[in-house]
């Protein structure tokens, strides 16, 4: 059964913190994803991972760095908490070669972390 | 330009009755994948269905059913008889060729929530 865990579903930070969020995926899948989900701006890809320390800027990246250590983790780090990065958090993980679970390039979605920065 | 469209923001519905949700789309890729996902008010995005554009069989899956049609760039997923747990946001997303091998970035829609009330 393909899983995407998110460290947190609700989190409740303050303005200037630093915020790790974390996600895990046990799918054995090469790319992950972080994005961040707005009403009426659907969704927005952030930061975008290929391999392992390998990551590449998604469409809004400012405010925002990744760190990708393990194949099976990759956070999404907020480095000085504003209120206007309040949002749902997403996380997702899809399969690059054969040998992992799940259909080629299809996502596979964490639960969502969502955050409220005061 | 690249780009899925999902006209309808909101769609009510009284339970029993059949729904279709549109989706149409842009890519100059002859090669492309289209996906659907579901938003329940939980917040998880989870996969519905993933279609290639050599594939022009329409799909059935229990009460869902999805019909691609290339010649209009639709998409369009219909539920039969909904239930009230079929309420949720629905996303449609297209990946070309280009984004599919950078590890299957995606273009979301901008999602229906469809209501279905007893």
């Known amino acids: 059964d393909v899983k995407v865990t998110q460290s947190s579903r609700y989190l409740v930070k303050r303005t200037g913190e630093k915020v790790f969020l974390e996600c895990v995926q046990d799918?054995?899948?090469?790319?992950m994803f972080w994005y961040r989900q707005d009403p009426g701006l659907g969704l927005r890809l952030i930061y975008f991972?290929?391999?392992?320390?390998?990551?590449e800027k998604g469409d809004i990246p400012e405010g925002y760095s990744v760190s990708r250590e393990k194949k099976e983790r990759f956070s999404l780090i907020l480095e000085s908490a504003s209120t206007n990065q309040t949002s749902m958090y997403l996380c997702?993980?899809?399969?690059?070669?054969?040998?992992?679970?799940?259909?080629?390039?299809?996502?596979?979605f964490g639960p969502g972390t969502r955050l409220t920065v005061l | 330009a690249q780009k899925v469209t999902q006209a309808q923001t909101e769609i009510s519905v009284v339970e029993k009755e059949d729904v279709t949700l549109d989706c149409v789309y842009e890519t100059r890729d002859t090669t492309y994948y289209l996906f659907w996902y579901k938003q329940p008010p939980s917040g998880e995005l989870v996969f519905l269905i993933r279609r290639n554009s050599f594939d022009e069989q329409n799909e059935i899956s229990g009460r869902y059913s999805w019909n691609f049609q290339k010649s209009t760039s639709s998409f369009n997923f219909t539920i039969t008889a909904s239930q009230v747990v079929d309420s949720a946001v629905y996303f449609c997303?297209?990946?070309?060729?280009?984004?599919?091998?950078?590890?299957?970035?995606?273009?979301f829609g901008q999602g229906t929530e469809l209501s279905v009330k007893p």
């Open positions: 997702a993980s899809s399969l690059n070669k054969a040998g992992g679970l799940g259909p080629l390039g299809t996502q596979y």
């Open positions: 991972s290929y391999d392992v320390k390998m990551k």
């Open positions: 799918m054995d899948h090469e790319n």
């Open positions: 997303a297209l990946s070309p060729l280009e984004l599919y091998n950078q590890g299957g970035k995606l273009i």
